[in-house]
C-alpha cells in the first residue's frame, strides 16, 4: 500500500513557476512508475505528465510540453512537477498517482494509488 502526499501548490501570477512534490511512503516507491493529473472545476481529470521508475523516459500532455517537467528522486521517494510560464488555464487540482503496470501513463485506470491533491490557481 502506498500514500502519497502532494505539496507545493498556492497562487501565482500568470507566467510564475511552482513546483509540487509528491512524497511516498508505505511502499517500494523505485518499483512504481509516477503520473501527475489535474482536475479543473467542471471538468474531467486530465494527464499532465509520466515518469518511469528510474527516470530515463517522461511523457507529458501536449499542452504542457516545454513548460512542465516531471522528476523524481528515488533516494527521497519523492516525485516532482516543475511548472513554468503558467496560465490562468493551468488552474486545477494537481494529483500524483503510482503507476504498477509500467505503460499507459495517460490512463487514469492504470494508477493504482492517488494523492489527496494540492490546489494550483493561476491568476491573470
Known amino acids: 500500500q502506498v500514500q502519497l502526499v502532494e505539496s507545493g501548490g498556492g497562487l501565482v501570477q500568470a507566467g510564475g513557476s511552482l513546483r509540487l512534490s509528491c512524497a511516498a511512503s508505505?511502499?517500494?516507491?523505485?518499483?512504481?512508475?509516477m503520473g501527475w493529473f489535474r482536475q479543473a472545476p467542471g471538468k474531467e481529470r486530465e494527464f499532465v505528465a509520466g515518469?518511469?521508475?528510474?527516470?530515463?523516459?517522461?511523457y507529458y500532455a501536449d499542452s504542457m510540453k516545454g513548460r512542465f517537467t516531471i522528476s523524481r528522486d528515488n533516494a527521497k521517494n519523492t516525485v516532482y512537477l516543475q511548472m513554468n510560464s503558467l496560465k490562468p488555464g493551468d488552474t486545477a487540482v494537481y494529483y500524483c498517482?503510482?503507476?504498477?503496470?509500467?505503460?499507459?501513463?495517460?490512463?487514469?485506470?492504470?494508477?493504482?494509488?492517488w494523492g489527496q491533491g494540492t490546489q494550483v490557481t493561476v491568476s491573470s
Open positions: 515518469i518511469t521508475w528510474r527516470g530515463g523516459s517522461t
Open positions: 508505505g511502499g517500494t516507491f523505485s518499483t512504481y512508475a
Open positions: 498517482a503510482a503507476n504498477s503496470l509500467g505503460y499507459g501513463y495517460s490512463r487514469i485506470n492504470n494508477y493504482g494509488y
